[in-house]
């Protein structure tokens, strides 16, 4: 673990940055069961732990960089921080043995086959148990209106912009038995801080859902509140307060480089509405109900 008089600077807090935004102690959990291979780059499993819950669990020898466990830790939680739907995240223990016995429990890469390496990886609650709901990752414009939290998509943009997510916004949508509406959740922030690469290369379509559609409720700045406000006064406190939390084996235990990534994205709260208006101007047009003051 990070020694906090170690990564964090000499700062000065104020009373009131202290009393908001304030982390919970990390949550670690056992895996004790694998239960099927999940799509995307990083290849996640899905494996229920001690806790009774469902995770994604992303691995530290995985395809896109030991790094993404990173990024998804501190993307996961500062939206969570922030009050967006965000899964729970939290430090999954894989045990050797697990690995050794779980046939499917391999790094596919350039045609071979390679264990994924045990110990303490990157998990994501399942937005919704496997036996109580169902989980979609896209939705058809005709059902756009079916869901319940669609304003959250603009405080999602103002997360993705603070934190230069290089891949578009990935949402999951689950409802339970025959209900019609479906809660939208914000899922896999791996490629936050422009992927391994930890740095901040802002282009004005990083970062955003593929579709307009969610957005046509953004009329105004007051759109986006609280989140936007919450980010622009995050404390920087807190910002070292999760990092704390992250497991060295996932940055190499390179403090420096952490170091400075978080220096910088406590740089950039004061940007994020310049890079939001940067999006809004592009010949997209995500915004067409806009309505200047």
Known sequence: MIAMSRLEPELVHSGSERSVCRPESRLTVQAVQHVRRMRGGAQSHLMRCDDGYYYVVKFQNNPQHTRIL????????????????????????????????????????????????????????????????????????????????????????????????????????????????????????????????WNFADAPLRGVFRRNDVYANVTRWESFEPWLSRIEQFPESSVWALAEEIPSQWYNADIEALKNLLTKLIERRSRVRELIVSFKKCSRNPFPNWREA
């Open 70 to 197: 990173v990024n998804d830790w501190l993307g996961t939680r500062l939206g969570e921080l922030i009050g967006l739907p965000v899964p729970r995240a939290a430090v999954v223990d894989v045990d050797p043995g697990l690995v050794e016995h779980a046939p499917d429990l391999r790094v596919e890469l350039g045609g071979q086959t390679t264990l994924f390496t045990p110990g303490l990886s990157f998990g994501s609650r399942y937005v919704i148990s496997p036996t109580e709901g169902r989980v979609f990752d896209y939705l058809p414009e005709s059902m756009i209106a079916n869901i319940r939290n669609l304003r959250d998509f603009a405080g999602a943009l103002a997360l993705d912009k603070w934190t230069c997510n290089a891949a578009g916004r990935q949402v999951a949508f689950w409802n339970k038995g025959r209900e019609r509406k479906f809660t939208a959740v914000f899922i896999d922030q791996g490629c936050c801080f422009n992927a391994s690469e």
